[in-house]
């Protein structure tokens, strides 16, 4: 009786079902991030919203520490209006740029303009927002003769050319992919009704990929409204509209990193009712986006209707012969705009090489720290402390989820829907939000205070998403015949996965972790509040401690090291390419194996 008992009991808690349990409870945690993310936030503004008033504090301007007035009215117009001329300007560019990827790019050339905006695209913000301080501003000021009138080159104009070069690469990937999905025979029916290459790509192809340009276009504007530390340098910081290309104004992002650092307790809650308000347009565009890709591709006015008798096709084939000029234009536009943003890449590279290395020396680069004298010695020590903690907390997590959504759910399960979407959200949530809710659970409510351990676990809650993705990517792309073969030899389904599916998806592990490691490295915003900026040598993950990007800020904040901002910045974008390089090794490595 017992024995059966005992059998019955291994029946139902086998390993398998344990397995299956434990991977489920790892994908679930995205979702449990995000309600508590979104909790947190809307808990430490509750005091704001029951004192001032929720409209009240959307609708008011006054934003005054003296009296406890506190109004965001500014803030928000100040982000839509940046973000507006940002996507208009970098997400133009960025359109144009993935057609001439896709259709015009020699190929010899395709590889390594595709490096080049992964580049452009792994560069840290700090370092946009360094140039743009360095390089943009001074040159708007001569440009316009601003310094006569007493103003300088900050505000709208200076930030939106940063901010569109920024979201570049990220509308820029998602335009690409959708303009290579879309069906050959578009391209062919087009050319068998007459037109020719640049009437098919501009009249068919690119109408035919809208709903994933849209969707690019709204990555881009979360991206771009989320922005922190480069918008926080080059809009000024008033609490004013932005109504000219060069008045002084905040942001939602901004007037966090402005204020947070002296705010009295009110106040404290008032900045994180400005990041609740951040938090919720960036749900609103998450939410546009699913229902966005949820629409299948459905193709535009030449593929969508029967052609018959009564559509004149005799007609439309002379008219495509006599027309065609505009496409003939914008194709040259294209190649315009793709050698112009391969100059701006270059020349930002270059600029902040020849600024930077001039000021290395080794007693910089590992010299010992002090108030005299600031080094890179504590960085170096806390970037990899950071970057072990977080792979530490972020790999179990990210591939028992990226298991459980390939290898163990069901692909019309609601679960695994619902997973997504909050993955997805997660991915989107800016980072000064990450510091946010770092500082008030971690650092607060969990007594951590401003430590590497606080910033490792924060970081850990951003790079989570990206480890998923590229596991799940790597897991789909092992052979299904595989799997199949272990079983007929005896394997269960847990023993399969990690002796047979997890060593095919290496590769794919490997470039989740380059990839997390690239955010971290390149991450400010998070760790000011989480981590804190010290400048001494931690003693371990319980100090304080300051990565290159916090650096950098740092310098920028102080005024009078930018000399050892270039050094720092020449350092981590060393760094940036090299990474970016193990990622395209680690790609060519693994379609190499598949092809053996």
Known sequence: MESEKKSHISLHFNSEKVASAVFAVFAAFSTVAVFGIIFYILYAAIPTFRQIGFFKFIFSDVWNAQTNQYGILPMIVGSIFLTSLSVLVGGTLAVVTAVWMVYYCPQKLKKAYEQLINLLAGIPSVIYGLFGYTFIVPTLTKAFNLAESGTSGTGLLASSIILSIMILPTVTSVAKNSLKNVPSNYYEGALALGCTKNQTVWKVLVPAAKNGILAGLILGIGRAVGETMAVQMLVGGANAYPFSFFTSFSTLTSIIVRDMGYASELQTSALMGSGFVLLVFILILNLLLLLTRRDSLGGNRFFT?????????EGQLRSYKRTGSVQDVLWIISWIVALFMAFVLCFIVIFVLVKGLPNLSVNFLFGKSSNRQTTLQPAFISTGLLILLSLAIALPLGIGAAIYLNEYAKKDNPFVKIIRIFIDTLSGIPSIIFGMFGMLFFVT??????SLTAGGITLALMILPTVIRSTEQALSEVPDSMREASYALGAGKLRTVFRVVLPQALSGIV??????????????AALIYTAGSSIYM??????Q???????????????????????????????VVVLNILVTLCEWLFKRRNKV
């Open 445 to 450: 409510a969990c007594r951590l205070n401003y």
């Open 511 to 524: 470039t989740s972790i380059i990839l997390s490691i690239g955010r971290i490295v390149s991450e400010s």
């Open 305 to 313: 209707r029967r052609i018959d008798e009564s559509n004149g096709i």
């Open 538 to 543: 931690p003693t371990g993950f319980s100090s």
């Open 545 to 575: 401690g300051s990565t290159f990007a916090v650096l950098i800020y740092r310098f920028m904040v102080e005024g009078t090291h930018t000399e050892e901002a270039y050094a720092t910045a020449a350092v981590l974008m060393f760094v």
